[in-house]
């Protein structure tokens, strides 16, 4: 009988890796309801923990410091569900009226189609746009951001505990590590990295969420607020974020203002993303934590099949977290090249 060689061939080696792949994505896939309260919890830490240390170094005790950035992030969480669950809950008990405005906007389009001499029978818009399946997508896209903050007193305690720990975490690497000093300026470093992305997304995005609602409550458009923190959450996803922000708020001005005011509308989006997602969150960001658009679509669609919705918005982020740390390894240090950006100088 043949025998298995000892050292299995790069090709056996590939397929153990793709099936322990396989494995894990399937467990993270069940775990969901797990998984992805203690990811926000670690993104929200990281983003928490520069003034946690700040205050510290200020010579306020750590209990204090600690009870300072809770209550921010209380605060902000109390009164983002607060405006969304308000907002949601208006607008779906409008659903029928929005419903039967689009419907007379469809007809009346299909009207002027026929004017222009187009054969009834050639087209039907309705079969193209269907009011109350696109209100109803709405409703459910604003619900499911709604449970995001369903957590909340998960996520807080988690956050807690995090920030409690990561004081620590040195002192434990010293004792498991070889190389101390190596493994804590490496951890310092990838920390940092990902702090920078985080805290600037989130800059970017709470800016563009500002712009967004002081663009639409001038333009007279509803729930301006609602809107705003659609394009606040959904600008941690590049591009596609963006562009699904806007359909709701434009499709919205079209039923109560008009066609005009929705190319306003539309017109106003565009260069406020094409300003801050464009020009300004490159000039912070760096090529150094970027990533190629095929990477970008391909981890949004692996993550929001992994996590739903809600991976959708932390494919970016957990991608770029992936290519970060795999980026200070000399052996893996390939995949963080071809996850980049096209252009690499």
Known sequence: MSKFPKEPGK????M??????????AGMKAAEAIIVPFILSAFIAIIASPPYFWFQSKGIPKFISLLLVILVFLFFVLLV?????????????????????????????SSWLISTGINKEEINVKNLINPGAVFQVLSNALNEISGLFANGFLILLTVIFMLLEV????????????????????????TSNINKYIGIKTAISLITGMLVTVFLTI???????LWGVLAFVLNYIPTIGSIIALIPAVLLTLVQLGFVEALIALAGYIIINTIMGNILEPKFMGKGLGLSTLVVFVSILFWGW???PIGMLLSVPLTITIKIILDYSDETKWISILLGPETIE
């Not at 153990?16 to 994505?25: P, R, S």
Request: negative net charge; charged residues 20%.
């Open 11 to 14: 090709v056996a080696q590939v």
């Open 16 to 25: 153990v890796l793709l099936a322990a792949f396989v494995i894990v994505v």
């Open 81 to 109: 569900g607060y405006l969304i669950g308000a907002s949601v809950n208006d607008f779906t008990s409008k659903l029928d009226f929005y419903e039967e405005k689009l419907s007379t906007q469809i007809d009346a389009l």
């Open 167 to 190: 004081a620590s975490l040195p002192v434990k690497l010293k004792k498991i590590s070889s190389d101390p000093d190596k493994s804590i300026t490496r951890l310092q470093s990838i």
């Open 219 to 225: 333009l007279g458009v509803d729930y301006a607020i």
């Open 306 to 308: 992994v996590f739903g």
